[in-house]
């Protein structure tokens, strides 16, 4: 079975400042791996996906995350936050010919001005 | 398109209560999913469906009932509910195929039982 495991449950961080949000995860297979966004009082929406080829994927709003097949981990970052990215992130994990998302616990991301 | 709805956006039910929560898409996506999110825990899939008529297991499925009689719409249910689903539930739709499609998410309803 799939698991991932965020590392982190809340990331406070200064407006401008970089920011990396870590996710590892577990597979005996080959997976798939996402990253959603959750606003507050929303409903989840797709940051960005990998799914072969290149390891650097870019997503919306300036994320970016890298597909590390040794290490078994898929961390988001972006160079320069905005208030409006204070939200809640989540790691997921598919197996490939699955229909079941695999959610991490989430990371708080919390920016100050 | 409205995409993904829930209704209703919030209930407080007692103990022992029933309820019925409906998921609507319109995107006419085969595939449909209700989660429940706790504090800490992320998203855990209570059940799923890959079609009209058909309906499946996720990872927490006591304790509750679904249906999909139409491809549209996606109902869980509550027989009687207990403070521990007190939770957030979302709903979301995908379409057929390969694994990779996204999973596009309601707005989500927030369960009290008391």
């Known amino acids: 079975a799939q698991s991932v495991t965020q590392l982190d449950s809340q990331v406070p961080v200064f407006e401008e400042a970089p920011v990396e949000l870590r996710c590892n995860y577990s597979s005996s297979v080959s997976v798939y791996l996402f990253w959603y966004v959750q606003y507050p009082n929303q409903g989840l929406q797709l940051l960005l996906k990998y799914l072969s080829g290149s390891t650097l994927v870019k997503g919306i709003n300036g994320f970016e995350a890298e597909f590390n097949k040794s290490q078994t981990s898929f961390h988001l970052r972006k160079p320069s936050v905005h208030i409006s990215d204070t939200a809640e992130y989540f790691c997921a994990v598919i197996r490939q010919g699955a229909q079941k998302l695999v959610f991490g616990q989430g990371t708080r991301l919390t920016i100050n001005p | 398109n409205a995409g993904v709805t829930q209704t209703p956006k919030f209930r407080v039910l007692k103990t022992g209560q029933s309820m019925t929560l409906l998921c609507a898409q319109d995107m006419n996506h085969e595939y449909m999913y209700w989660y429940r999110q706790d504090p800490g825990m992320g998203l855990r899939l209570i059940h799923y469906s890959v079609g009209e008529g058909t309906t499946a297991k996720g990872e927490v499925p006591d304790g509750y009932n679904v249906s999909r009689l139409k491809k549209q719409n996606f109902l869980l249910g509550l027989e009687s509910a207990a403070p521990s689903q007190t939770s957030v539930y979302f709903c979301?739709?995908?379409?057929?195929?390969?694994?990779?499609?996204?999973?596009?998410f309601g707005p989500g309803t927030r369960l009290t039982v008391l």
């Open positions: 979301a739709s995908s379409t057929l195929g390969s694994s990779y499609n996204e999973q596009f």
